[in-house]
């Protein structure tokens, strides 16, 4: 099964080629704004270097957030046209499962991924690494920094990932001190979401286009003026 992954979410931007547990060609980029060029550019170059061709994909993955309004609409709005040109189903992953995924390594318990929301909050959730499967110990959802390290475990180590953690790191480092952990790795996710998705479509449980729905822990700039309860 060849599926394409697609990730958005954050300006940490990528796009994947996987084939069962094989990453064909993973193209990463850095948008400093909105993704609606680099993201055709990786696109056509993961294609290039793969030797591969939209007609011979079985399915697609694309992280439907949480991360950035305006990059989850981008990338979604790709998924969906080319999941109607190719008549292929999709599946939907969220990037916070995808980053966690990053860090189930040996010697690893707990994994936090950490994504930046703004107005002073993360989209944030853990996981407990048990026989090599992620178990959802705090439930994802959009927090306060320092509520939600509030709710973590007290006597491990944790790993953190995303790009809530540089912003936040002086207040994980104060309330955690040692037991907080921070690799090397990078915050693109298309290989990860590509994986994931394969799981997921090889159980015949993809969407259609028109079924896709990105993953929102609160409403966005536009929703809450419209409703009248801005920030």
């Keep these: 099964m060849l599926v394409l992954a697609v990730d958005t979410t954050t300006r940490f931007g990528s796009v994947a080629l996987v084939s069962e547990e094989k990453l064909i060609a993973e193209v990463n980029y850095a948008s400093p704004s909105s993704h609606s060029r680099q993201v055709f550019q990786a696109l056509d170059e993961v294609f290039k270097v793969a030797a591969e061709d939209l007609k011979h994909l079985d399915g697609l993955a694309v992280a439907a957030g949480p991360g950035s309004f305006t990059g989850i609409r981008i990338g979604l709005s790709l998924v969906k046209a080319l999941a109607l040109a190719s008549k292929k189903p999709v599946a939907r992953i969220s990037a916070l499962e995808a980053l966690a995924w990053k860090l189930a390594l ?98 015949g449980k993809g969407f259609l286009p028109e079924e896709l729905e990105p993953i929102y822990y609160r409403k966005s700039q536009a929703e809450e003026k419209k409703s009248g309860k801005t920030e």
């Design 106 to 203: 040996p010697g690893v318990d707990l994994i936090v991924p950490m994504v930046d929301a703004r107005k002073g909050e993360i989209f944030a959730c853990a996981f407990k690494l048990v026989n090599s499967q992620l178990e959802e110990i705090i439930r994802p959802g959009a927090y306060d920094p320092e509520v939600f390290l509030g709710l973590l475990p007290g006597d491990h180590s944790i790993h953190f990932i995303g790009t809530g953690v540089n912003q936040f790191w002086p207040l994980i480092n104060a309330g955690l001190g040692q037991r907080a952990k921070v690799t090397g790795r990078s915050c693109h996710i298309a290989a990860e979401v590509g994986k994931l998705g394969l799981e997921i479509l090889n159980k």
